[in-house]
T-cell receptor, first 117, second 116 residues
Framework: GAGVSQSPSNKVTEKGKDVELRCDPI?????LYWYRQSLGQGLEFLIY????????KSGLPSDRFSAERTGGSVSTLTIQRTQQEDSAVYLC???????????????FGPGTRLTVL | AQKVTQAQTEISVVEKEDVTLDCVYE???????LFWYKQPPSGELVFLIR??????QNEISGRYSWNFQKSTSSFNFTITASQVVDSAVYFC?????????????FGQGTELSVKP
């Protein structure tokens, strides 16, 4: 079946502009995660969704970052007033479910490479 | 706090050499999972292995093997008879089961270069 997809694959924007990054998880996966991979910081967790709610937003670096998920499926990560330090690859992952006594593997998308000029 | 340390930033070997990638973790959770992911030049993270904290048995999968030692909080990854296709960045990761929503805490990654 189809894996996790992300769009756009590349985004170049000017400092101060807003951007939206989209993630389509694997069908039926209720848990969705956003991570950021940048040169200086490695791979960092940003936010996690279970269904449409986000129990853990602890990784969002500032209030310029927000994310939502609708219909328990597609998620959008929005960065307002982008800064050069926001340049990174933004990765989305989904898993079947989280919780209880089991752990379900996270499947990663190809990422969106964001460049802020 | 949870933390994963991969002290080796870059490793370069010649094809057919064995290579071990080190991973040391910190966690207060009694139940947790450890992972290794591979990120080839194409960029997509590829899952290699998941290990439950209660299972300290070493695992072998083809040329890959993993050594989990709770006593030293280490989860090392060995590639036997390395090949050029093994060239990639390898990430070790940790996830607490009950407190963390399943989020992954990654190490900084080890870039492995296998030369012909």
């Amino acid at each position: 079946g189809a894996g996790v997809s992300q769009s756009p694959s590349n985004k170049v924007t000017e400092k101060g502009k807003d951007v939206e990054l989209r993630c389509d998880p694997i069908s039926g996966h209720t848990a969705l995660y956003w991570y950021r991979q940048s040169l200086g910081q490695g791979l960092e967790f940003l936010i996690y969704f279970q269904g449409n709610s986000a129990p853990d937003k602890s990784g969002l670096p500032s209030d310029r970052f927000s994310a939502e998920r609708t219909g328990g499926s597609v998620s959008t990560l929005t960065i307002q007033r982008t800064q050069q330090e926001d340049s990174a690859v933004y990765l989305c992952a989904s898993s079947l479910v989280w919780g209880g006594s089991s752990y379900n593997e996270q499947f990663f998308g190809p990422g969106t490479r964001l460049t802020v000029l | 706090a949870q933390k994963v340390t991969q002290a080796q930033t870059e490793i370069s070997v010649v094809e057919k050499e064995d290579v071990t990638l080190d991973c040391v973790y910190e966690t207060r959770d009694t139940t947790y999972y450890l992972f290794w992911y591979k990120q080839p030049p194409s960029g997509e993270l590829v899952f290699l292995i998941r290990r439950n904290s209660f299972d300290e048995q070493n695992e072998i999968s083809g040329r890959y093997s993993w050594n989990f030692q709770k006593s030293t909080s280490s989860f090392n990854f060995t590639i036997t008879a390395s090949q050029v296709v093994d060239s990639a960045v390898y990430f070790c990761a940790l996830s607490g089961l009950y407190n963390q929503g399943g989020k992954l805490i990654f190490g900084q990654g080890t870039e492995l270069s296998v030369k012909p």
